[in-house]
């Protein structure tokens, strides 16, 4: 039986995936109650947790253009733009580790495929000349919300838009886009989890522009999975556990857009100094233990979110009387 000696890694970001998607479920819920006050008399008011603003990259991207060419933090949901930056930052620095760490949905991806394996045996390949197309879908939508807003909106066109009482509350509309679902909707995310179960991360590898946009950035990043060949014992760990199907065995470094930085492949090699996480700059190079990852990653995240807070850049300006007169119980909010 082979020997992983770093076998820990894997367990570890189970753990910090665990951690967040609990996270999530719990400020989700709080979220939900949140709302239910203002729609439903006599529900106890709590407070609204800003980390729900996780949920709106597309407004944290807006802000985030807003900030640049203004110097303005947006105050409704400042939450968005302290997120967007803080994930944009970890993948310019430590690659794409948001999705494979992280990000909930990119944690249920690969519980479902997990599943999947468990039910059917394995996961499928979409052949090579289906998958690089698809592939491509991701970047197509990513390049419309680019268009969209990093080129076409103008920032006095953004504060318009910032001061519509759909923008103030885009974070209800979204929570109510799942919890009054249509039916479109529910054909599409059972088909999603079906194609998941078979497929593994399909909603990441084709469909994500969030994960696109990442693994753009990802290039840049001075933190790369490195292979010795002459360490390499050419057993295909690697390759064959790699959840974002490269073929790692056959680079000298992963310079792929997909690789989420789930150091899996590094988990499972069982020769000593073949398979390394290694850091490039300018007049350092040197290999980073693989614990060291997700302690840099986690550093970076709650640094900027930790900063946003001291600053006054966390919570929603929106006062409670807002709320009441945009989701009062005489009010209809729906999904968009
Ligand atoms: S190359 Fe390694 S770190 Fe990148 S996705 Fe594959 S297994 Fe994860
Ligand atoms: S890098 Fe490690 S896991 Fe990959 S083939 Fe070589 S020895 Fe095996």
Known sequence: MEKTPRKYIRWIRYGVQLWFLLFCVYIGYRFFQFVLHFEKPGVPFVERPPSVEGFLPIAGFMSFKYFLFTGIIEPIHPAAMILFTAIVAVSLLLKKGFCGWICPIGTVSQYLWMAG????????????????????????????????????????????????????????????????????????????????????????????????????????????????????????????????????????????????????????????????????????????????????????????VGTGMLTGHWKSQLPYSEYKRLLGSDQKVTHP
């Open 117 to 304: 394996q468990r039910i059917f045996g394995r996961n499928f390949r979409i052949r090579k000349e289906i998958d690089i197309p698809l592939r491509a879908l991701k970047y197509v939508l990513m390049g419309f919300f680019v268009v969209l807003i990093g080129i076409a909106m103008a920032p006095h066109m953004m504060v318009l838009f910032f001061i519509t009482d759909y923008y103030k509350i885009v974070d209800v509309r979204t929570m109510k886009f799942f919890t009054e679902m249509s039916t479109t909707t529910m054909v599409v995310l059972i088909a999603l989890v079906g194609l998941s179960l078979l497929y593994k991360n399909f909603w990441c590898r084709y469909l994500c522009p969030y994960g696109a946009l990442l693994g753009l950035v990802s290039f840049l990043s001075p933190v790369k999975i490195k292979r010795n060949p002459d360490k390499c014992i050419h057993c295909h760990s690697c390759t064959k556990n790699c959840p974002s199907l490269i073929d790692v065995e056959q680079m000298e470094t992963v310079n792929s857009p997909e690789c989420f930085s789930c150091l899996t492949c590094i988990s499972h090699c069982p020769s000593k100094g073949a398979l390394d996480l290694s850091l490039r700059l300018p007049r350092l190079r040197r290999i980073v233990k693989p614990l060291a990852y997700p302690v840099a990653l986690l550093l970076i995240l709650y640094l900027i």
